[in-house]
Structures are given as structure tokens and as C-alpha cells.
């Protein structure tokens, strides 16, 4: 049976933003098991004031355990993780040909995971089966979908929202680095699809301290679709 | 045969959710996503079953395949007598834009969805045909594939016929009509739609691409499917999984934002299949269901091999009386209704109820069929880990291409309720594997 291959626009988006909201949930999960382990050693420190403003949204919750209850398991907030989990299922959901329902199920198991989580209000150790299980659908996907441009545009979301994190809090420069190398690696591939003036001002841009706000800018605008 | 899978239920059901099989429901204005209830008891067709079932349904499509030709080129049937006119004219599904053009390769209805039910003599009996959007395939296909994971025992030196050969039937059949070796689509009206599972789960299988409104446009008499880069690339068959009226605003509905303008055009033309072919609504009229094995003798010249239910016309006068006699052990149905909707069983009506349908029999005698009440039989499902009987039917799958093909296999639905005759997954039906043996 010979494959039809195409992508449209429209296919091209979701596919970028599953990418990006995949990446968005592992990543942020990871940051927050960070900045939690600095109260281990200073109880009175205000991580989740300093995540709020390295994140960009808004600091509404007068503590931790609060913040952290809000931000995982509210439904009504955007930003919370059980809502980006939301917003990678849309997406997927709508891409189960080039997936495959094997690589979707990952994802169907990491929200039914998170729902019950937020029904038993589990603690933030207790989501590391989510994580697991997005991994294993980035692995899942780089095994079953055959259309290298369809995986590739999933790579390229995966990386922008890599970077921006990781150029959210301050991580090595070497580090960013090699987020933008892979990123750059997808983008020289899919030719035409990405704006490389912007990816060129951002590879020249993490060179200048302090950074600027500008390269946060063009990450988000370098898929052209 | 299938004791040891039934101690692994829950397990197929625990895949079912990995997998996310479900359908949509509209409740109260609200969209919800629900789980399809799997019963792991199959429903088990003998060989000799299925021999007389396979040639009876590829008889029962090639002769509605032949009406659809003929109703909208020379009308034969119509001039010999043998369908009423009025019966295609006023028929919903009838579309005078369809007049005088055959699709590509003469064929109308690709794949036929056929519901059967077995009466307790044996005797199987077609309850309605679904030559427009039928749909369901995909729900036995990944109920195999799962079974079959979880209890392989099940299937080993089992004498059951592989149903896992859908997708390539339907890539066949679309093959077979596509325009000029174009892409092959899938068209879906989306996430909201109640069958999107299937929609994306045969894009899969067929390997085809899952299209959405927005990606397709007619250029020139042509249909491209919008690519990267401003790169459009030709499509050849469209199997739509959206109703005739809002396929193209243009021609039809035109506030349907679920369409594509002109495609009704660039079919006309003959550029590109629509899989199934427009105007199909004509021949799967509840109404047209009672003139089907006169059509098999008059196109094929050959005695129909299946029964219908049997069925009065209350147009007819003599029909009409006996209805009026006899609503009370009869079924009635709306033409006009589908999906279970509009069904009445005369046993359970009112006394004023009864008066109020003898009437409108009476005021609107084509908008309703009266059938005899088929006491057909119960099969086993589990229900709260107990072995109960209840109703279910049986949707067989024809598809149409080079030659007319039946898939070994086929959607069995049950209802959950006691005292129900509906199976329809909209009413809280649920749905097991149907079984073919090769011997």
C-alpha cells in the first residue's frame, strides 16, 4: 500500500504546536522539580514568585502550595500544566494518521494519568509517569512517522520551546547552545518554512549579555506557516 | 471458543482507552467524547452463513448500484412501472444536479453499510441500507487487533476469517476510482463530528491523507489539496465523511462552512471520484428499502437472495388499511429519521398516542414505513459481570471497486437496555466483533 504524503498549512501548525506543548509539559514539569528543591534547603525561599516571572504569567497565589496546586491541576488557567497536557492532546488528536495510534496512545495515557492526578491532588513527585510518558512518545513518533517533513516540523516546535525555557532561566550558554544547534539542524532541512534571518539573529543574540527580550521574540516567530 | 478473552475484558477495555476508541454525542447542546462499550463475547456467523449473506448483500449493492445509475441517467425503473415517481422525487436524498452524470467508473455507492438482523428461525433479514456516510468499520477492525494482543491464545488454530484487511479493501475501492492517479483523502468535518475516531483511524490504516475543509480548494474544474510553500498537489478521490448538503456551499447549503466551493463542479466534470457518490440519499430512503428486491429482479433478473423486513407502504391503500389495523404489533417509522431517531413501536404507544400516528398516517402517508416486529435474536453480553441476552444487529460492509467485495467481518451492535430494540451507539448502544468462520 503506497503512502499519500502531504501537509498543509493548517496540519503544519498542529504539528508544530504539538511539538512545542509536548516539550512545554516535560519541560516546565523538570523546572519546577528545580526550583522546589531549592526550598529543601531554604524553606522561606520564594520559588514560585520568581517561576511565575521567569515564565510569564501571572503571580496570583499568596503560597507554594497554593501556587503549585493552581498550577498544575486548574483547568481554568491556560498556563497550567493539566491545560497544556489539554491543548498536546487537541492537537495530536487531530494528527493520528501521521502519529499513528500506538505514538497517540502515549499521549491518551499522560492525561488520563494527569486527570486522575488532579482528581487525587497528587504531589509534583507523583507526576513523573507524565513525563515518562511523553518521552516515550517523542521516541514512539521518531519510530513511526514516515514522513520525515511531518516529524521534522514536530522537532522544530520541540526545540523553540527548548530554547525559550531554557532562555527563561538562564541556563549555561552551552546548553542553549545546543538546543538552538538541534533547532537549526530542523530548520536548514525544512527549507522555506522557517524565517532563518530570525534564526540567524537569534544564534548571534545569545552571544550578548545580558540577552535581549528580542531573541524570546524571534524564537516564537521563526516558523513562517 | 472465546472463554479464555473473556477473562481478559477488562484488558481489552483498558486498550480501547489507550487507544482512545471513542465516538461523540451532542447532550443538551454539549459535546462529549465517550468511551464505545466493547462487548468481548463475539457475535459468531457459521461458514454457510456467511456464503449466502456474501452473495445476497454483493447482489443487494450491485442492484442499488444499478438504481442509482439508472435514476439519474434514463429512469427505466420509473417509466416500467416498478418505483413510483413520487417516490424519487420527493425522496430527501434525491439530487437533481445529479441528473445525467455518471461518476467516475459508473459507481455510486463505494461502500455500503447494510443492516441485518437474525430472526430466531435462522433466517436473516436486511433492516436498512446505508449508501451515503455508513460508518463503524473501524470499531471491529481495532477490537481484532486488540483481542487479538491481549488473548492470542483466543485465535491460534482458530478457524476464523482475519478481518484486519479493511483498509486495504478501501484503499482498493479507492484506487480503483481515483482521478488521474491523484491524493487520496479522507475528508472530515472534524474533531466534533461523532465518528472523527474512525475518520483519523482509517486515514491511518489506508494510509491516506486526513483532510479538513480548509485544506482543500477548487481550481479550474480541479481539486488541490493546499500544500507547504504554496505547493498544491491534485487530488483524485475524496472519500467525504460529510453530507451531500454541506459539501459544497456553492451548490447546496450555502451557509455550510464545512464544504468546499465548487467541489460539486470539478465532480461534474468528472476531475475528481466523491466516495460515495453524491445523490446516494435517493436509493437508502426508508421508503425506496421496500422496492429493493424488486430491483434486483429488474436489474440483475435474478430472485433476491436476502429478505426485507416485511414492510406496507401506506401510500398504498391496501397497506394503509392494514397499518391502521394493525398499528398496534407493527413498528413505524419516519422516513426522514435516522441514527434509531424516529422509530415507534405501535405495543408501546398511547391509546391517544396510537390515534395521533393512525392520523398522520392518514394526513402524510409517504413520510412513514410500518413493518412487521422481528423477534430476532438475543445474543450474550456481559453486563456487570453477569451473562445477559439482549438485542443486536449486524452491519455488513460492501465495497464497491473493480469488483463488489463483503468484508468478513462487520459491525455488531447491542443495546444495553432490556427492553430495547434500538442499538444505536447515539442511544447507548455498545458494539462487539463479529466473527466470520472460514469452515
Redesign the interface.
Known sequence: ????????????SRLYWLGRYSERVCSTLHMLHKCYDEVVDNEHTDVHSDFCVRMGIPFEYDNARQFLKNYLYNKEKTYSVINMLERVK?NA??L??EL??ES??YV??AI?YMNQASMDESRLYDLQPVTDYLFAFFGAIEERIFNM?ALNLILIGKYVEKSELYIRFDYDLARIDESLCRLEHFVNVEV??CDDRKMSAVRNGINEMPMSASIIDNLNTIFA? | MYSLLLKQTDAVNRWM????VRFGIYKNGEFKEQLFPFDAIPRIISHEDWKMLEVGLIQRVDALNAFLRDIYTEKRIVKDGIVPEDFIYSSKGYLPQCEGFIPPKGIYSHISGIDLVQAEDGTWYILEDNLRIPSGASYPM?ARDLTRKVSPETFTDSSLIDNRNY??LL?DSMDYVNVDNG???ILTPG?YNSAYFEH??L??K???????P??LFVDNGYVY?????NKS?RVGVIYRRISDEYLDPMTFEPTSLLGVPNLFEAYRQGNVAIFNAFGNGVADDKGIYYFVPKMIKYYLNEEPILKNAPTYLPIYEEDRKYVLDNLEKLVLKDVSEAGGYGVMFGRDMSPEKLAEMKHLIKTESRRWIAQEIINFIDLDIIDNGEKVKRKADLRAFVLSGETTRVWASGLTRFTRNEKSFIVNSSQGGGFKDTWVLDK
Open positions: 500500500m503506497t503512502y499519500n504524503i502531504a501537509i498543509s498549512p493548517a496540519k503544519a487537541d488528536i487531530l493520528r494518521e499513528k495510534s497517540l496512545a491518551e495515557m488520563n517533513d522555506g518554512l506557516a | 482507552e489507550r487507544y482512545g481495532i483498509a486495504q484503499r491524493l487520496e483523502v474533531r483519523s483511524y486515514a491511518e489506508a494510509r491516506v491523507v486526513l483532510a479538513y480548509d485544506d489539496y493546499r500544500g507547504l510553500n498537489e
